[in-house]
C-alpha cells in the first residue's frame, strides 16, 4: 500500500512539474523571439485596470475583457500573461506585435468555486514597457449558495 501511494505522488509529481515546465518553457520563448522589443519599451494604456464583477453565487464563473492600447511609439509585445491564483485565468490574449495606437484585448474568467467573501485577484501583464508589468485586479463579492 506504502509503495502504490510512493507512485502515485512521484508521478503526480512529475504531471505537475511537467504543465508547470511547459509554460514556463512558452514564456521563455516569447522572451527570446521579442527581445529585440524589450530593449524598445513602450507604453500601455488599460480602459479600466480593476473590473468590480459586484456579487454573485459561489460556484459562478465571472467573465470580463481588459481592453488595452498601444499608447507609445514602438511596438507593443505582451511577452506573459497570467493569473496570480488559479481560479483567475487569462483566457485569450495577443500573441503578436501590437502596432502604435492600435489596441488589444486580454479576456479573464474568474471561477468563484469555494471563495465566499469579498475577493481581489490579479492577473500580471508582462511585455515591453517600463516597468514590464503591469497589474490588473479583479474584485467582488461571492455569496454562499441558498440552502
Not at 459561489?58 to 505582451?78: C, I, P, Q, Y
Not at 488589444?104 to 511585455?127: L, T
Request: aromatic share 8%.
Amino acid at each position: 500500500m506504502k509503495m502504490k501511494n510512493l507512485v502515485f505522488l512521484t508521478l503526480s509529481g512529475i504531471c505537475l512539474f511537467s504543465c508547470v515546465s511547459k509554460e514556463a518553457e512558452n514564456t521563455d520563448e516569447r522572451r527570446t523571439d521579442f527581445a529585440t522589443y524589450i530593449d524598445a519599451p513602450t507604453v500601455i494604456e488599460f480602459d479600466k485596470d480593476v473590473y468590480n464583477f459586484g456579487e454573485v453565487t459561489d460556484g459562478e464563473k465571472v467573465e470580463h475583457t481588459f481592453r488595452f492600447t498601444n499608447a507609445g511609439e514602438t511596438e507593443l509585445v505582451l511577452i506573459d500573461v497570467k493569473g496570480t491564483c488559479g481560479c483567475t485565468v487569462p483566457e485569450n490574449w495577443p500573441k503578436s506585435p501590437i502596432a502604435p495606437g492600435e489596441s488589444g484585448e486580454i479576456d479573464v474568467v474568474f471561477n468563484s468555486a469555494g471563495k465566499v467573501g469579498n475577493v481581489q485577484k490579479s492577473i500580471r501583464v508582462e511585455a515591453n514597457t517600463n516597468p514590464t508589468v503591469t497589474p490588473l485586479t479583479i474584485t467582488g463579492k461571492v455569496n454562499k449558495k441558498a440552502s
